[in-house]
């Protein structure tokens, strides 16, 4: 790993300093007040590109908050920074690699020059294999060993190989060609992958093995169950085996060594990071699953987000402006997570694809030069669609104790208009936000003739943050730009805090460790109990009672 030269801790920057005093002024400020002395600020704290429109006039922020975020994110080096990403430079320095996600959407024309080579070509011949390959199995000409057309696509994967696939499946179904059916595997619970193929005929399933190493645990003990599963259906025969499983991955010799027809192997490189990899190759089930042209939609929706990153002032940019409202919340009012609630049943998994996006990047505790980070870093990403999320958990949110800065999204158009549905689900979107910002007062509960007794627990204190953000409806670009949006909003905090966003040590330890217990789970003889007292007993336990 290189060096670097020790950095100037975020609390000694300038604007830092300025936003610690300014918060003492305007931390205890209510909405109410805002929205009181600046009546206008629902269409002055607005910003709008590609299609999506933020309100963020609902944060506790003034014109002058605003300014020292700015000048945060200037003196931080994000200008620089984001240049040296889009410019191929190592900036995952603990990894020595470059982070060019946005290479994958690139268009043909532009050139990205990494280690002496432009990577826009060979981006754009994978893209055409995975179109090549996504039609031949949707107009059927691809069969199975039998001869019998595939109608059945496993995607195994795991984490990064995973949630993108499975996200970008739920969210766009609608465009899917639905005489497929699409079944994801991650888990290494067995249960997952026997409910996955229960119903399934081997001759007529395709597995899709997405692992960019080609060796992690879970994915490799899912693939060979699914072989096994496979051979048992064909008797045994090992030539069926290239005709139902084709790999995506970067590990050319460990591909082969499953068996897989290398020709059957869609690549892409170091420099596309697990949790940014749902627009390389490790989306080839999206692609079957919507075709290529809307694949490549879905890419152009990313590459128009990025462009609008990388070039639109600070002031209106809108993944800069949400990045740097994470940053005023987690580190200035402690708020210890951030809510994602879609209202759109499509985007059912984006939450959870954002926990990994979000938190796999940020949750760092060193800063880029090895010492401890000055302030917190990565919030904790959660949600579920509304309005479902209303009868469970927004309970906490209008009246618990935690300040939870909240992201709707919601879209201006349906892809299923039912009846009144759509409109009674976008009321909901406002409502929330409203009463998340206002409350309700004592004397308003009062006046509603509410008994003395009842009157604290029915009041809405109010003062609780949101970001609304509007779009024209589901389609692969509105996901690709929603995606890209995201991408760069974990960039910008990363940026703030100085930290690498895009290595991810901290899921190794208990990888090992796992390895060494298992072959203790699996001896013949009784472990030596060389762990602590209460690792020992547990897995004493487990071998008396499996
Ligand atoms: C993502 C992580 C991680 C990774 C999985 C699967 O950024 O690196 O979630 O995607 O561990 O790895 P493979 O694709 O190598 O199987």
Redesign the pocket.
């Known amino acids: 790993m290189q060096t670097v030269t020790p950095l100037t801790p975020l609390n000694h920057r300038p604007s830092w300093k300025a936003l610690k005093a300014h918060h003492e002024q305007i931390g205890t400020k209510h909405l109410r007040e805002f929205f009181a002395d600046d009546p206008a600020r629902g269409e002055r704290y607005t910003a709008e590109a590609e299609g999506i429109f933020l309100d963020y006039s609902k944060n506790r922020i003034d014109d002058q908050t605003l300014k020292l975020l700015v000048q945060l994110a200037k003196e931080s080096g994000l200008r620089e920074r984001t240049e040296a990403m889009f410019l191929g430079e190592k900036i995952n320095i603990t990894e020595g690699r470059a982070v060019l996600h946005v290479a994958l959407r690139a268009p043909k024309s532009e050139s990205i020059v990494v280690d002496g080579e432009d990577v826009v070509p060979a981006v754009h011949a994978v893209l055409d294999k995975m179109s090549e390959f996504a039609e031949r199995v949707r107009s059927g000409v691809w069969t199975g060993h039998t001869g019998k057309r595939i109608r059945n696509v496993v995607n195994i994967?795991?984490?990064?190989?995973d949630l993108g696939p499975v996200m970008a499946y739920e969210a766009l179904k609608h465009y899917s060609q639905r005489d497929l059916t699409f079944r994801f595997v991650s888990n290494v619970d067995g249960s997952d992958f026997a409910e996955a193929v229960h119903d399934l005929d081997a001759a007529e399933t395709l597995f899709l093995v997405?692992?960019?190493?080609f060796t992690?645990q879970e994915?490799m003990t899912n693939a060979h169950s699914a072989r096994e599963w496979a051979l048992a259906q064909f008797g045994g025969d090992e030539k069926a085996i290239a005709k139902h499983f084709v790999a995506i991955s970067t590990n050319t010799k460990e591909v082969a060594k499953f068996g897989i027809d290398i020709e059957n192997m869609f690549g892409f490189w170091d420099w596309v990071?697990?949790?940014y990899s749902m627009d390389s190759a490790i989306g080839l089930s999206t692609m079957v699953a919507i075709g290529p042209e809307n694949f490549r939609a879905m890419l152009a929706g990313f590459h128009a987000m990025d462009v609008h990153f990388r070039t639109a002032p600070l002031e209106q940019n809108l993944p800069v402006l949400m990045g740097l409202l994470s940053v005023w919340y987690t580190d200035f009012f402690d708020a210890q997570t951030v809510a994602i609630l879609p209202y759109e049943q499509y985007l059912k998994r984006f939450p959870a694809y954002l926990q990994?996006l979000t938190m796999?990047s940020n949750g760092k505790h060193v800063t880029l030069d090895g010492t401890h980070v000055a302030t917190q870093t990565g919030p904790i990403y959660w949600g579920e669609p509304g309005t479902n999320g209303q009868h469970s958990f927004y309970q906490l949110i209008h009246q618990g104790t935690r300040l939870i800065p909240c992201d709707f999204i919601g879209f201006y158009k349906t892809l299923n208009p039912v009846g009144r549905h759509h409109d009674m689900l976008m009321a909901n979107v406002f409502a929330q936000a409203e009463a998340l910002a206002f409350g309700k007062t004592a004397e308003a509960v009062k006046a509603e003739g509410v008994a003395e007794a009842l009157i604290p627990h029915k009041v809405f204190e109010g003062n609780r943050p949101s970001n609304t953000i509007l779009a024209e409806c589901v389609s692969p670009a509105m996901l690709g730009k929603l995606v890209a949006l995201y991408e760069h909003v974990v960039f910008t905090q990363g940026v703030i805090w100085s930290i690498d966003s895009f290595d991810?040590w901290g899921v190794e330890l208990g990888k090992v460790l796992a390895t060494r217990i298992l072959g203790e789970l699996e001896s013949g003889e009784e472990p030596a109990g060389a762990h602590d007292s209460s690792t020992n007993r547990l897995i004493q336990r487990y071998r008396k009672n499996k």
């Open positions: 994967g795991i984490g990064g190989s997405a692992s960019k190493t992690t994915t990071g697990g949790r990994q796999e991810q």
